[in-house]
């Protein structure tokens, strides 16, 4: 090939790798020229076709043709990979600026209920309580009898109680009435000096707007040799304190009656009405939260314990209810009725986990 064919060839493929739209395009053109069957190594190819004096002006021409095609290359190769990068950002554009979008993790809402049995726990384990469980399905023993509270006596009037059918035996199990019998439970298979609590569920036949079927307590035991009345009282205080977050409420213990405990009182806290809302803690106003006493000396014998050496308190609370007070639900049967609209304005966050360090609703 004379030196004007190889300038031709030169501006030719100069012209070709300057139009080349893509790098795709732009690797076909360097495989048909500097490929090792490509146009330009195939010019090599023939250096030895020619007489000796001639090769060395050919192979340096041929050698400056693929310099220039190399180099033309690389940069149209830059060029278009610069324009391809640009290209995809342009095409992948974030505007940091806009907030991030929810995660259907994130939309997940803890129950009121769940929360706040959470709160009280975490007061009650703070103040040396374990948690003990009981189930749902009781035997008539636990839930009644051992509790003092014998077939025909009229305390099992006042449970609306569901029974299930009765057992080989004649005894009929139920769904739990409240959480006392977790007492018994624990008191036959452990020994004293005994300090819990066991929250749960619970079942009544009763449904307005203050009562639905199946509600949440907290039970409360502590059994040793000397616990008395007054430790009671600094617990359940500390207790309301520490749940309503406020320096100091207003309790009034009221003289009562339970079977399983002797004396017994039932517990009201101060409110005041403040608008709409109220406010706890102070004010004229008195709301019952909860049952306790010292637990009877039948209770303990019946579980074994010599009453004449043990003593203990017990109390009982209702979950449902301290969590209307504590964040203004007003209708107790909205807390069952599985509305998505309602668990997302009453719900929590799954990682606001209440913590007395952290503040418990904070
Ligand atoms: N079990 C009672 C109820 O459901 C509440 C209660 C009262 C529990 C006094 C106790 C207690 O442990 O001492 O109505």
Same mark, same amino acid.
């Given at each position: ?6 300038? #031709?060839?030169?501006?030719?493929? +100069? ?6 739209? /893509? ?9 048909g020229?500097?490929?090792? !069957?490509?146009?330009?190594?195939a ?5 030895? =076709? ?25 940069? !149209? ?19 940091? #600026? ?37 189930p ?7 839930n *009644? #009898? ?6 025909? @006596?009229?305390?099992?009037? /006042? ?5 299930? =059918? ?8 139920? &769904?739990? $009435? ?6 018994v439970? #624990?008191? +036959? ?20 707007? $203050? %009562? $639905?079927?199946?509600?949440h ?13 007054? %430790? ?6 500390? *207790? ?20 399983? $405990? ?13 608008g ?23 209770v ?16 009982? +609370? ?7 007070? !504590? ?12 509305? &998505?609209?309602?668990?997302? @304005?009453?719900? *929590? ?14």
């Amino acid at each position: 090939m004379s030196a004007p064919e190889l300038d #031709t060839l030169r501006s030719e493929l +100069l012209e070709a790798i300057a139009r080349a739209p /893509d790098l795709a395009k732009l690797e076909d053109l360097r495989v048909g020229a500097l490929g090792k !069957k490509g146009s330009v190594s195939a010019l090599m190819l023939k250096l030895s =076709e020619l007489p000796p004096e001639a090769r060395k002006d050919y192979g340096q021409a041929v050698n400056a043709l693929k310099a220039s095609v190399g180099e033309a290359l690389e940069a !149209k190769r830059a060029e278009l990979a610069k324009e391809a990068t640009a290209e995809k950002l342009a095409s992948e554009r974030a505007d940091v #600026t806009l907030p991030v979008r929810e995660g259907p993790l994130a939309q997940g809402r803890i129950h009121p209920v769940s929360q706040v049995t959470d709160e009280i726990t975490e007061i009650f384990a703070d103040m040396g309580f374990s948690i003990a469980e009981g189930p749902d399905i009781e035997t008539d023993f636990n839930n *009644f #009898t051992a509790l003092n509270i014998p077939p025909e @006596h009229p305390a099992r009037q /006042d449970h609306d109680t569901f029974y299930f =059918e009765p057992g080989p035996d004649g005894t009929r199990a139920v &769904l739990r $009435t409240h959480t006392s019998p977790v007492q018994v439970r #624990t008191m +036959l298979a452990e020994k004293p000096p005994l300090r819990i609590i066991a929250p749960g569920r619970v079942y009544r036949c009763d449904s307005d707007q $203050t %009562h $639905t079927p199946m509600f949440h307590q907290v039970e409360g035991l502590v059994i040793d040799e000397e616990t008395h009345l007054g %430790h009671l009282k600094w617990v359940l205080e500390e *207790f309301c304190k520490a749940f309503f977050e406020v320096k100091q409420v207003k309790m009034r213990f009221r003289a009562s009656h339970f079977p399983f $405990t002797e004396p017994s009182m039932e517990v009201d806290i101060g409110y005041a009405k403040v608008g709409d809302g109220i406010r706890i803690g102070e004010g004229e106003e008195w709301l019952e939260i909860l049952g306790c006493g010292m637990v009877h000396p039948n209770v303990l014998a019946n579980v074994g314990l010599d009453p004449a050496r043990y003593q203990g308190f017990a109390f009982g +609370l209702g979950i449902d209810r301290l969590a209307m007070l !504590k964040y203004g639900m007003p209708d107790l049967r909205a807390f069952f009725a599985g509305d &998505l609209g309602w668990l997302k @304005h009453y719900g *929590f966050p799954p990682l606001a986990i209440p913590t007395l360090a952290a503040g418990l609703s904070s």
